[in-house]
């Protein structure tokens, strides 16, 4: 895309330390959640790598500062799509699954935003057949007005309003996934 026509993401919706505060607390909420249980991470690619790299450490933060507080940490991930190169969503196709070793696990599905809800529909309907212990929700982002179909989300960073946001792994066209916060999508 010519730059002169690229969207350019110009008001930061929520800050680098915001976003960093909010995600210790989630990990230290994890942690109390999972003690001394085995955990699979499920991160939700490609947006949710930031997200999913830092949730991640500040699990192991929060044990840090609660020693006696344990929760051993696996990682996977898949890969779904929903979106083309757009702002609006098209069909979901699971692209990589779960595999036999989810089987009987704890299995947190890490995600970037909900919007529709209709990628997490799928893989959460995917993810029982694969027969695991649990199966919970974390999303950095929650985009309420834009839900199609109901879901259960377990642990909500921000909830966002009705606009296309970008950055910290989300992106438009695969642009401003290294944005270091949230932004606002604004054409220009
Ligand atoms: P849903 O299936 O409509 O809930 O959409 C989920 C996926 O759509 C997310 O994992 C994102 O990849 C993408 N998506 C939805 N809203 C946005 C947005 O505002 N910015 C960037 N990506 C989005």
Redesign the pocket.
């Known amino acids: 895309m010519p730059a002169a026509t690229k969207p350019l993401p110009e008001s930061v919706l929520i800050s680098e330390p915001c976003l960093q505060k909010r995600i210790r607390e989630l990990g230290t909420q994890i942690l109390a959640d999972y003690e001394n249980q085995e955990l699979i991470l499920l991160g ?1 690619l490609r ?1 949710s790598v930031l997200f999913f790299a830092d949730l991640s450490r500040a699990i192991f933060g929060a044990q840090l500062e609660k020693p006696s507080r344990e929760v051993q940490v696996r990682f996977e991930f898949v890969q779904l799509t ?2 083309n190169n757009n702002t609006q ?1 098209s069909a ?1 196709e699971l692209i990589h699954g779960g595999s036999d070793y989810l089987e009987h696990q704890n299995i947190l599905i890490v ?10 529909k799928l893989l959460y309907e995917h993810l029982r057949t694969l027969n695991p212990k649990t199966v919970k929700v974390c999303t950095l982002l929650d ?1 309420p007005s ?1 839900r199609r179909v109901p879901v259960t989300i377990d642990y909500i960073g921000f909830e966002v309003p009705d ?4 950055g910290y792994g ?3 066209a695969q642009q401003y996934r290294n944005l270091p916060y949230i932004a606002l999508l604004e054409s220009t």
């Open positions: 939700v947006g929903s979106y969503p979901v995600e970037d935003i909900i919007d529709t809800g209709q990628t997490l985009k834009k606009a296309f946001v970008v989300l992106d438009y």
